[in-house]
């Protein structure tokens, strides 16, 4: 079974007619579009920015309906293949990322993307850690509702270790599920800071099964141990009562000491933590301080 891009659509609807019907489980191979929905290209610049419509973001493959599905039931979805193209974009989009107000001019940067590395436009070379950074189930409630932001059903999650190997249990919310999937990446750190990855179309095989009566109040993931960063970083830190707050201070040391050890301009620092450092919450007892931390392979400063 096959779905392609024809089927996309850009926001989560109980009342919308499936794409594919499949009993009770069954294997699906999906296209899904880039998060741009092919708004750019290779002969795009900085300021083809400026004219990205963004109701044609984030679109979605889909939906399939599950036979059978009920609330009350999970989905389990594996991923079994998960390949992308040979191209992919990243931007500074002015007014959105976690640094959006330190970063307020238009940068596109392109990549070419190989089996095993990902070469950006301004010199860094990453390894290659495809991912869905959107799957879900349609929401209970009536009505459309916006891709953005996530809800328990799923959604833009954009877990990095969400690619081959990893496994979503989702719960179900209405009948027949309805589950959608896209925003491919060829890489991306953990907190998407500037608000992209290695955004690419892709090409995924999934492993569908129903669970009955398995009621869950949030997806859970297995992931495998290739989707682990293990080697060397360069970690930077945000410490204060508020996560938000901390997370951006962390962010902000980690651009500035890229810049350093790199002279790569602050723009493109930040897109590169975007693209493959680590945000997480190191901390979170020791009221009324947490501490945040960053995480950059040490190997992508060379």
């Not at 880039?34 to 419509?53: I, K, N, Y």
């Not at 930040?270 to 997480?280: R, V």
């Amino acid at each position: 079974m096959h779905l392609g891009t024809d089927t996309v659509h850009y926001a989560w609807d109980r009342d919308l007619a499936p794409a594919l019907e499949i009993e009770g489980s069954g294997t699906v191979e999906l296209d899904l579009l880039d998060s741009g929905a092919g708004q750019f290209d290779a002969s795009s610049t900085h300021e083809s920015l400026a004219a990205l419509d963004f109701t044609r973001v984030n679109p979605v493959t889909g939906p399939i309906l599950v036979r059978g599905a009920e609330p009350g039931d999970a989905l389990l979805v594996r991923v079994r293949e998960l390949g992308t193209a040979g191209w992919g974009w990243s931007a500074n989009i002015p007014g959105f990322g976690l640094l959006a107000e330190d970063f307020p001019d238009p940068v596109l940067v392109h990549s070419r993307i190989g089996e095993k590395e990902v070469e950006l436009d301004f010199g860094p070379v990453l390894p290659a850690l495809p991912m869905i950074g959107t799957l879900g189930l349609a929401l209970p409630e009536p009505g459309e509702h916006p891709l953005l932001p996530p809800s328990r059903h799923g959604g833009n999650m954009d877990i990095r270790q969400l690619g081959a190997g990893s496994s979503v249990l989702l719960p179900v919310g209405v009948p027949g599920a309805l589950l959608s999937l896209g925003d491919g990446h060829a890489a991306m750190g953990d907190g998407e800071i500037c608000g992209t990855g290695v955004e690419t179309s892709a090409r995924a095989v999934l492993e569908i099964e129903l669970v009955k009566e398995r009621p869950i109040t949030a997806p859970v993931l297995e992931t495998p141990a290739a989707a682990r960063r293990t080697g060397a970083a360069l970690v930077t830190t945000g410490i204060g009562p508020d996560l938000h707050r901390a997370a951006k201070d962390a962010a902000r040391s980690l651009v500035d000491e890229t810049v350093r050890r790199t002279g790569l301009s602050a723009v493109h620092a930040y897109i590169l933590a975007s693209l493959t450092a680590d945000l997480i919450v190191s901390e979170i007892v020791d009221l009324p301080n947490y501490v945040v931390s960053m995480h950059l392979p040490i190997d992508v400063l060379s």
